[in-house]
């Protein structure tokens, strides 16, 4: 499958434009993980794309809907394991990098949009890793984004947070710039 067709996949079940955003936003950060683990840059960008689809109508029974309508797309298997995993808390429902991958950048992408939304810029471009971190020990903002996990997930990893936080910040101004292209934004 194409990331292409996977897109039309998830217009058939997702219309809220900040959902859309945030699945952008997942899939560009999975995109720059498959690069620095050397993976399937396609795959793990159809995994971010499609973890949320079935999120908008079904928010009760995430994830294990999504598995209902990943199968009737014909998703393939390590996909649907991958998206499955983001949500749950145990890691064992986490196998594999992919999925690691996808819990850990689940809550940072959003974090880090977040981050670039009060810069005067609204951009990634001038975005630190500094003012990331700073805002990180600010529990007043993004409140919904539980930073336990972001430990967590980067410790699955194998990196330390500030690595992990530099990875999704470069991977952000990437795709912000190919989805400008397209007439997109993550922002």
Not at 106 to 126: H, M, T, Y
Request: glycine share 6%; charged share 35%; proline share 2%.
């Amino acid at each position: 499958m194409k990331r292409e067709e996977a897109f039309e996949i998830l217009k058939k079940y997702m219309s809220s434009e900040s959902l859309l955003k945030h699945s952008f936003a997942v899939e560009g950060s999975m995109r720059g993980l498959a690069r620095k683990y050397n993976e399937d840059v396609e795959k793990w960008s159809i995994v971010g794309l499609l973890h949320d689809i079935d999120y908008e109508k079904y928010p009760d029974t995430h994830p294990e809907e999504g598995q209902n309508i990943l199968k009737e797309e014909n998703i393939e298997e390590e996909i649907r394991v991958a998206i499955y995993g983001h949500a749950k808390e145990s890691k064992s429902y986490r196998e594999g990098l992919m999925a690691k991958a996808l819990f850990a950048v689940d809550e940072l992408s959003s974090f880090i949009v977040a981050c670039a939304l009060v810069r005067p810029s609204k951009s990634f471009e001038d975005l630190e890793l500094k003012s990331v971190k700073k805002k990180l020990k600010d529990k007043g903002f993004a409140k919904g984004v539980n930073r336990e996990i972001i430990k967590e997930s980067s410790e699955e990893l194998g990196l330390e947070s500030s690595e992990l936080i530099t990875e999704i910040i470069e991977a952000l101004r990437v795709r912000e710039r190919e989805l400008n292209l397209e007439g997109y934004s993550l922002l």
